[in-house]
C-alpha cells in the first residue's frame, strides 16, 4: 500500500504542501481547479494506484480558500468537517433547495451534497492541528465575490468555515475507492465583495507549509 494522497488546484499550493512535509511517502499532486476536474483526476490517480497494486491509504483536499469573516481569520487554517456542494441543488422563489429536497430516488442523488470527513483521519489532524478551525467547508464552481451573495450562502450554511472550488469533488472520489477523505485549507481572503488587495497569499502559503507537516 502507498502512503497518503494530497490533491491540490494548483502546482504554487502542492509546492506549499511539499515544503512542509515531513513524511516522504505523501504524495502531492495539483489536478486543476474545479470540482469536476478535481474529481475525474483524483478518481484516475486512485484507479492507477489501485490498479499498480500501490493502492492510496488517505486522501486529502488540500490548498487555500477564502473563510467566513468571524467564523476564521486570515492565515487561518481550517480542517473539514464535511465537504459541502454549496451549489448543487436548484433555486426556488423560496431559496436555493439543496439536490436532497428535489425529490429524487436516492440512487439519483449518489453522494448527495455533503460528505463528511472519515472521523478517525480528522481526529489524527485536530490532535497535529490544535488551533485550526474545525467545521464544514463549502465547494463552489462560481467563488462568492458579493455582498448579497455572501450573506446568502452564509445564511445557508451558518457552521460553515471556508469556500473553495475541489474539496467536494475529491471526496465523492475518495468515497467511491472506499478511502478516509479529509480536508485541509488555509484562509488567503474572506468571503465577500471581490477585492484583491485584501488577499494574502503569502501568509496562506506560509500556513499551508506549516500546516503540511500533519499529513502523514
Not at 490498479?51 to 468571524?70: E, K, N
Not at 436555493?96 to 448527495?112: K, R
Amino acid at each position: 500500500m502507498s502512503g497518503l494522497l494530497v490533491v491540490t488546484a494548483v502546482p504554487v499550493e502542492a509546492e506549499a504542501v511539499r515544503a512542509g512535509l515531513a513524511d516522504p511517502t505523501v504524495t502531492v499532486t495539483p489536478v486543476g481547479v474545479g470540482p469536476a476536474v478535481a474529481g475525474a483526476a483524483t478518481a484516475r490517480l486512485l484507479a492507477l494506484a489501485e490498479a499498480a497494486g500501490r493502492p492510496y491509504r488517505a486522501v486529502v483536499s488540500a490548498g487555500i480558500a477564502g473563510g467566513f469573516v468571524g467564523r476564521v481569520p486570515v492565515g487561518g487554517t481550517v480542517l473539514g468537517s464535511h465537504s459541502v456542494a454549496a451549489d448543487l441543488g436548484a433555486e426556488s422563489p423560496e431559496g436555493f433547495l439543496p439536490i436532497e429536497e428535489l425529490g429524487m430516488p436516492p440512487e439519483l442523488i449518489g453522494a448527495g451534497s455533503v460528505v463528511p470527513a472519515d472521523p478517525e483521519f480528522l481526529a489524527t489532524l485536530r490532535t497535529a492541528l490544535p488551533a485550526a478551525v474545525v467545521g464544514p467547508i463549502l465547494t463552489v464552481g462560481t467563488v462568492t465575490g458579493t455582498a448579497a451573495s455572501t450573506a446568502a450562502l452564509a445564511a445557508r450554511h451558518p457552521s460553515a468555515v471556508a469556500e473553495a472550488m475541489e474539496g467536494y469533488g475529491v471526496a465523492v472520489a475518495a468515497a467511491q475507492a472506499g478511502l478516509p477523505f479529509a480536508e485541509l485549507r488555509t484562509v488567503s481572503n474572506p468571503i465577500g465583495p471581490r477585492d484583491r488587495s485584501a488577499w494574502r497569499m503569502r501568509e496562506a502559503f506560509a500556513a499551508l507549509t506549516a500546516a503540511a507537516a500533519a499529513l502523514r
